[in-house]
Nanobody, 121 residues
Framework: VELEESGGGLVQPGGSLRVSCTAT????????MGWYRQTPGKQRELVAT???????NYADSAKGRFTISEDDNKKTVNLQMDALRPEDTAVYYC????????????????WGQGTQVTVSS
């Protein structure tokens, strides 16, 4: 599985931004997909995830402001971010948790390259 991110950029506080992630390769083996974020000196933290059956999970900081969704083709996951705050500034990483379809059939985490989101006036 490979992940390609798009979107991100600079937005003013209170504004909106959308980031998207498209998966290629063995996408039928993806069991969970979503977004994490990281700021300098801090650990990468969960933002939101979505499973193929549509089950969503949000960090407390994202609830009510961010919406994760997936396209019907199950290849692209979108994160709509509204009411953005300066503390949302981070590099946002796409993540996929998938089953490698060859022995020993282990689960694997895949990461995108990251896209910068900056919330500033």
């Amino acid at each position: 599985v490979e992940l390609e991110e798009s979107g991100g950029g600079l937005v003013q506080p209170g504004g909106s931004l959308r980031v998207s992630c498209t998966a290629t390769g063995s996408i039928i083996f993806i069991r969970n997909m979503g977004w994490y974020r990281q700021t300098p000196g801090k650990q990468r933290e969960l933002v939101a995830t979505i499973t193929p059956d549509g089950t969503k999970n949000y960090a407390d900081s994202a609830k009510g402001r961010f919406t994760i969704s997936e396209d019907d083709n199950k290849k692209t996951v979108n994160l709509q971010m509204d009411a953005l705050r300066p503390e949302d500034t981070a590099v946002y990483y796409c993540w996929a948790h998938w089953l490698v379809p060859s022995p020993p059939f282990q689960m694997r985490d895949e990461w995108g390259q990251g896209t910068q989101v900056t919330v500033s006036s």
